[in-house]
Nanobody, 115 residues
Framework: QVHMVESGGGLVQPGGSLRLSCSASGFIFSVNFMGWYRQAPGKEREWVALITIPGITNYKDAVKGRFTISRDNAKNTMYLQMNSLKPEDTAVYYC?????????WGQGTQVTVSS
């Protein structure tokens, strides 16, 4: 059974940074396409970033140049470095395979960008 756990969220001022982490039991990141997703209040969950098996990355236009997805194969952990955060980045952030599988959704980690 796959259990994904997101961490690293919090309250940050506009322009600040956070690094999210994702770990998983029963799942190997390095042999799967992986993604970060987010869900803002009152909105549907959306894709934010992905990393392919060889490490190619792609991003939603709204976060390009500000967010960086990465993966540490030795630790079986995935990260999302978020810089220059904006209030519109406020959401619960999730990790999952790409495309996301229903049975893999975890609890997510809350990111709030506010002054």
């Amino acid at each position: 059974q796959v259990h994904m756990v997101e961490s690293g969220g919090g309250l940050v001022q506009p322009g600040g940074s956070l690094r999210l982490s994702c770990s998983a039991s029963g799942f190997i990141f390095s042999v799967n396409f992986m993604g970060w997703y987010r869900q803002a209040p009152g909105k549907e969950r959306e894709w934010v970033a992905l990393i392919t098996i060889p490490g190619i990355t792609n991003y939603k236009d709204a976060v390009k140049g500000r967010f960086t997805i990465s993966r540490d194969n030795a630790k079986n952990t995935m990260y999302l470095q978020m810089n220059s955060l904006k209030p519109e980045d406020t959401a619960v952030y999730y990790c999952n395979s790409f495309p996301g599988r229903r049975e893999y959704w975890g609890q997510g980690t809350q990111v709030t960008v506010s002054s």
